[in-house]
């Protein structure tokens, strides 16, 4: 089992920069393929980014490319989301997530479901 904190959320101007962190506990994190989704308001819940348990890959939905980068420290049960030229669009509560298997080599997930731990979401707001 695992419990996730997101935290480094906050308001920024357009073309800003946020980096998030998901705090785990637990000592099965370095084992989990892990995800951010983000959901706006009266939006359905959305990938952003996922990393494989060992860090060796990662995977990005389209509008993340190039701008956001995913990683993990796994001696600090720790991971990050680096988000640069913030977008008024990428306003949203950012979640952090664990794949319900351990180790796995599966594809990464892309889609909700299958993430079976969350932490509570980070507000992330972009002014223009």
């Known amino acids: 089992q695992v419990q996730l904190v997101e935290s480094g959320g906050g308001l920024v101007q357009a073309g800003g920069s946020l980096r998030l962190s998901c705090a785990a506990s637990g000592r099965a994190f370095s084992r989990y393929n892990m995800g951010w989704f983000r959901q706006a308001p009266g939006k359905e819940r959305d990938f952003v980014a996922a990393?494989?348990?060992?860090?060796?890959?990662?995977n990005y939905a389209g509008s993340a490319k190039g701008r956001f980068t995913v990683s993990r420290d796994n001696a600090k049960n720790t991971l990050y989301l680096q988000m640069n030229s913030l977008q008024p669009e990428d306003t949203a509560v950012y979640y952090c997530?664990?794949?319900?298997?351990?180790?796995?080599?599966?594809?990464?997930?892309?889609?909700?479901?299958?993430?079976?731990?969350w932490g509570q979401g980070t507000q992330v707001t972009v002014s223009s």
């Open positions: 997530a664990a794949d319900h298997l351990l180790q796995s080599t599966l594809p990464l997930r892309t889609t909700p479901r299958g993430y079976y731990y």
């Open positions: 990393i494989r348990w060992s860090g060796s890959a990662t």
